[in-house]
């Protein structure tokens, strides 16, 4: 069992910025992929980031590419959401998750997740 734990949410004007973390905790010897996902009111779940735990190689949604940036420290069990340039339509709750697929952008190649962190963007 992992437990996933987000924070970092909060309400910020357009163009500002925000650093989400997640923490994790349990079976910490599984997380191999750790991804950060988004989903606004009446939408579906999306991708946004992931990065391999060990390689440090990473992705991201064509959206946030060039404004987001994923991180991670190992030693602390840690993953965070760089958000800069930030938009209205960034506006969502964001949810981390683990999971043992190499970069994998589907929610269902994902296996632990958080309860979320709400980010609230203003024009």
């Known amino acids: 069992q992992v437990q996933l734990v987000e924070s970092g949410g909060g309400l910020v004007q357009a163009g500002g910025s925000l650093r989400l973390s997640c923490a994790a905790s349990g079976r910490t010897f599984r997380l191999y992929v750790m991804g950060w996902f988004r989903q606004a009111p009446g939408k579906e779940r999306e991708f946004v980031a992931t990065?391999?735990?060990?390689?440090?190689?990473?992705s991201y949604a064509d959206s946030v590419n060039g404004r987001f940036t994923i991180s991670r420290d190992n030693a602390k069990n840690t993953v965070y959401l760089q958000m800069s340039s930030l938009k209205p339509e960034d506006t969502a709750a964001y949810y981390c998750?683990?999971?043992?697929?190499?970069?994998?952008?589907?929610?269902?190649?994902?296996?632990?997740w958080g309860q979320g962190t709400q980010v609230t963007v203003s024009s």
């Open positions: 990065i391999n735990w060990s390689a440090g190689s990473t």
């Open positions: 998750a683990t999971g043992r697929v190499v970069l994998g952008r589907e929610a269902r190649e994902y296996d632990y």
